[in-house]
């Protein structure tokens, strides 16, 4: 059972355009999200996270959105980079669940300069 | 800083054989897991431990042993290896129970032939 859910395996985008890369998750406890990029030959490296307490969370070129109705999270690059280009997870967590970390199967995205 | 360092990066297992997947940090992180990435499957949750004495069970904790002997190690054991464990594995070290950022090693990559 796939609590979250990543449902588009890849994304291509022309550079400078944006990117918006989605996640869904069933569990309703879960009460944090984190992005994670991942780059080949790498362990993923954190990005950006929200608390279930905000609906959009910014830092520089990327913008997380969280939707709790609909139990729906999206990331946002604006404009895209080629170094951009990279597998991207989303992950989520629940406070009463001892604080695991559940991660969906990952983006592609790739950035066409 | 070394961070999370992982031993091996590769390795070829026949299938039975048993064999440890090292993990340390030295953050003084509490908390430490272990993920298997697979095609399509993203990051599963195996084991964490949120402090030495104390593991739990993740998603797919089958035929993997982990202990916590002390704050900086956590290896992962697997006593007879099956071609079903042939996958990427990532230790993960954070601050506290696994929200926030978590600092990943660069991947271990096993063959079970």
């Known amino acids: 059972d796939q609590q979250v859910k990543q449902n588009s395996p890849s994304l291509s985008v022309q550079e400078g355009r944006i990117s918006i890369l989605n996640c869904d998750y069933t569990?309703?406890?879960?009460?944090?999200f984190l992005w994670y990029k991942k780059y080949p030959a790498e362990g993923p490296t954190f990005l950006i996270s929200i608390s279930s307490i905000k609906d959009k969370n910014e830092d520089g070129r990327f913008t997380v959105f969280l939707n709790k109705s609909a139990k729906h999270l999206s990331l946002h690059i604006v404009p895209s980079q080629p170094g951009d280009s990279a597998v991207y997870f989303c992950a989520a967590s629940a406070w009463n669940q001892g604080g695991k970390l559940i991660f969906g199967q990952g983006t592609e995205l790739s950035v066409k300069p | 800083n070394a961070g999370v360092t992982q031993t091996p990066k590769f390795q070829v297992l026949k299938t039975g054989q048993s064999m440890t997947l090292q993990c340390a940090q030295d953050?003084?992180?509490?908390?430490m897991s272990w993920y298997r990435q697979d095609p399509g499957m993203g990051l599963r949750l195996i084991h964490y431990?949120?402090?030495?004495?104390?593991?739990d069970q993740g998603e797919v904790p089958n035929g993997y042993n982990v202990s916590r002997s002390t704050t900086e190690d956590f290896p992962l054991r697997l006593l007879s290896a099956a071609p079903s464990q042939t996958s990427v594995y990532f230790c993960?070290?954070?601050?506290?129970?696994?929200?926030?950022?978590?600092?990943f090693g660069e991947g271990s990559r096993l063959t079970v032939l």
């Open positions: 431990s949120v402090g030495a004495g104390i593991t």
């Open positions: 569990n309703s406890m879960f009460d944090y």
């Open positions: 993960a070290s954070s601050y506290w129970q696994g929200t926030g950022e978590l600092f």
């Open positions: 953050m003084n992180h509490e908390y």
